[in-house]
């Protein structure tokens, strides 16, 4: 089976306006192939644009960093989808890889409108907080994708989902001040 252009843009017409429809249907035909060629395609969309903004689109450094832009973005999003499912093994749920790999490969398609707001930047001081104000409502609407590709992955509430998105940040919270408390009691007590 091979990739369409028109289940890609059909896929991201989706996300876009029937987000809930999508990540709950029945009948998708997960494809990893697919699956990547939409992360690779927002990954470039997103890095062309700040390069035509910034004028370097033609230097040898912007190709490179175009190039570790789309591997660092493939390997994040293998990574995040990969906690995901051991997170769920955990609680009886995973054995889903390929599924929320090629559902979560779609949730960062909100970052395409991230090019017209470095435009609106341009403006001026009210069209950057503008564009400011309207990154921020991407970012939720981002974290409410992944949130409803977990529930349709792992058949979980809503709110279970969100607490799988979030735990790993508190996790990382509490872990990091009971370090800086470790190490502040370590140096108090060789200090004296």
Do not use: H
């Not at 990574?79 to 955990?90: D, V, W």
């Not at 890889?97 to 609106?120: G, M, Q």
């Not at 950057?128 to 994708?145: G, H, M, N, S």
């Amino acid at each position: 089976m091979g990739i369409t252009v028109n289940d890609f843009f059909e896929n991201i017409y989706s996300v876009i306006f029937s987000p809930k429809a999508f990540f709950e249907r029945e009948d998708i035909t997960v494809s990893i192939r697919l699956a990547v060629v939409t992360v690779v395609f927002i990954a470039l969309i997103n890095k062309l644009t700040l390069g035509i903004f910034d004028g370097s689109i033609l230097s040898v450094m912007f190709i490179l960093s175009l190039l570790g832009s789309i591997i660092s973005t493939v390997f994040i999003w293998f990574l995040t989808a990969l906690f995901f499912e051991y997170i769920a093994r955990i609680f009886d749920r995973g054995k889903k890889l390929e599924k929320i790999l090629f559902l979560t490969a779609f949730v960062p398609v909100p970052y395409i409108f991230f090019a017209p707001l470095n435009l609106i930047k341009q403006i001026g001081e009210i069209g950057y907080i503008f564009a400011t104000i309207i990154e921020c409502v991407l970012y939720f609407w981002i974290i409410f994708l992944y949130a409803l590709a977990l529930r349709a992955v792992y058949n979980i509430t809503i709110s279970r989902a969100f607490m799988l998105i979030f735990l790993p940040f508190v996790a990382s919270f509490f872990a990091i001040n009971w370090m800086v408390c470790f190490v502040s009691k370590l140096w108090y007590i060789f200090s004296i």
